[in-house]
C-alpha cells in the first residue's frame, strides 16, 4: 500500500521540523513538502498534490480558517488542524471542524517529537475519510412546527470522526420538544464542554454536557464529558446520566458501546443512532439495543466523512435503517414521536 502523503503548512521551522521527524518516524507516512503560510502552501497542494494536510491556525498573510475554508470550497481534501489553539477547545477548533477539517490536535507546551505520535493515527484516518466541498450536502430537514416526543422515550446517538459536522446538521433539525438524548462523540476532555455550549446556541433544544445524576427530560440533551468517565443511563422511574470511571472500552473513553449498553437496559422506548466515525465502537451497544426491541439507524456510506462505525454496526445487523446526514432527524423524530398524539393526529381528531 502507498504510503500516506502528507504536506505539512506550519509558520514555525521548528514546529515544521518537529512534526516532520514525527511523521518520518511511521513508513506508512511520507512528508512530500512543507510551507510556511497559506500561499507557500497554495503553491505546495497544486506542485505535490498530498493526500493530507496539517494546517497550523495562526499564521501570517492568511489565518488558517481562512485558509480552510478556501481548500473545501475549492479543492476539497483531508485536512488536520494543528495549533497552540486547540488545546483549549476554544470555539476556533470547532470552527475548523464545521469547515470541514477532519480532526484536530493540540501543539504540546514542551516541543518534542514524541509530542505528536497521536498525529500520525489522526492522519492515516484522515487519509481514508470522505471530504466534500462546502454546500454539497444537503441541509438537515427544519424542525416540524407541532411535534411532541414520546415522553418515556430515550434517543442514543454515538459518533466520532466527522462528528462535529454531522452532530451540528441532525441537532438543528431537532424542535423544543425533542426526545431526551443522550450522545457520546469521541473528543478530548478540554473539547467537550465548548462543543456543547455551540451546540446549544444553534439548536432549539438545551445542550449541555451531561452532570452525574442529572435527571433525562424531554427537550434536553446531554453530551458525554471528553476524558476521565464513560456516560451511562442508569434506570428507573427517571432516567439519569451517570459519569463511570473506567478503563478505556474500544480505546475511548468515553465509550458509545458502554452509553448503548446501559441504554439497552432501559425497561422503556428507546432509539440509538450511529453516526459518522472510525472504527467499530457502538456497534455491539446498538445491537444491543436493536435486541432490546430498540428502533436503530445508521448514517450511509455516501455521506460519512469515515463510514467504520456505521459500518460496522450495519454488518453485524445492529442497525434497522441507514439514512443519509440530512435525512435523519426527521426520521428520528418519527421513531420518539409521542405515540398517543400521533393516534390522535392520524384519526383526524
Keep these: 500500500m502507498s504510503p500516506v502523503r502528507v ?6 521551522l521548528t514546529m515544521r521540523g518537529l512534526i516532520s521527524a514525527a511523521l518520518r518516524s511511521d513508513p506508512e ?20 498534490n498530498p493526500d493530507v494536510i ?20 475549492l479543492r476539497p481534501m483531508p485536512v488536520v488542524m494543528v495549533s497552540t489553539l486547540t488545546a483549549a477547545g476554544t470555539d476556533v477548533t470547532l470552527a475548523a471542524l464545521e469547515i470541514g477539517a477532519v480532526d484536530a490536535v493540540a501543539k504540546p507546551a514542551v516541543a518534542s517529537v514524541a509530542a505528536f505520535h497521536d498525529l500520525i493515527g489522526k492522519l492515516k484516518t484522515a487519509a481514508r475519510s470522505r471530504v466534500r466541498a462546502r454546500g454539497d450536502t444537503p441541509a438537515a430537514a427544519e424542525a416540524p ?42 473528543m478530548p476532555a478540554t473539547f467537550t464542554a465548548s462543543f456543547a455550549a ?36 442508569s434506570s428507573g422511574l427517571t432516567p439519569r446520566c451517570r ?20 441504554v439497552a437496559r432501559l425497561k422503556r422506548p428507546m432509539t440509538g ?25 445508521g448514517q450511509d456510506e455516501a455521506t460519512c466523512v469515515v463510514y467504520g462505525m456505521p459500518k460496522a454496526a450495519h454488518e453485524i445487523g445492529a442497525v434497522e435503517r441507514q439514512l443519509p446526514l440530512h435525512r435523519l432527524s426527521p426520521a428520528i423524530l418519527d421513531l420518539c414521536a409521542d405515540p398517543a398524539v400521533r393516534s390522535v393526529a392520524s384519526s383526524g381528531a
Design 54 to 73: 496539517t494546517l497550523d491556525v495562526e499564521m501570517p498573510n492568511m489565518n488558517g480558517l481562512e485558509f480552510l475554508e478556501k481548500i473545501m470550497r
Design 243 to 262: 459519569l463511570i470511571a473506567s478503563d478505556p472500552v474500544n480505546g475511548h473513553r468515553p465509550s458509545v458501546d458502554v452509553m448503548f449498553e446501559s
Design 273 to 297: 443512532v450511529i453516526l459518522t466515525g472510525m472504527g467499530r465502537d457502538g456497534a455491539k451497544g446498538l445491537l444491543a439495543m436493536r435486541q432490546a426491541g430498540g428502533r436503530t439507524l
Design 145 to 186: 412546527r407541532a411535534y411532541h416526543a414520546d415522553p418515556n422515550q430515550v434517543l442514543a446517538i454515538g459518533s466520532s470522526t466527522g462528528g462535529v459536522e454531522a452532530l451540528l446538521t441532525v441537532l438543528s433539525g431537532f424542535p423544543l420538544d425533542c426526545p431526551a438524548t443522550v450522545i457520546t462523540q469521541h
Design 29 to 48: 507516512i511520507e512528508v512530500v513538502g512543507t510551507a510556511a503560510d497559506p500561499i507557500e502552501a497554495r503553491a505546495a497542494i497544486k506542485a505535490l
Design 198 to 233: 455551540r451546540l446549544n446556541r444553534v439548536c432549539a433544544p438545551g445542550v449541555t454536557e451531561a452532570v452525574d445524576g442529572a435527571p433525562l427530560k424531554p427537550g434536553h440533551i446531554y453530551l458525554a464529558p471528553g476524558g476521565a468517565t464513560h456516560l451511562e443511563v
Design 7 to 12: 504536506l505539512v503548512v506550519d509558520d514555525s
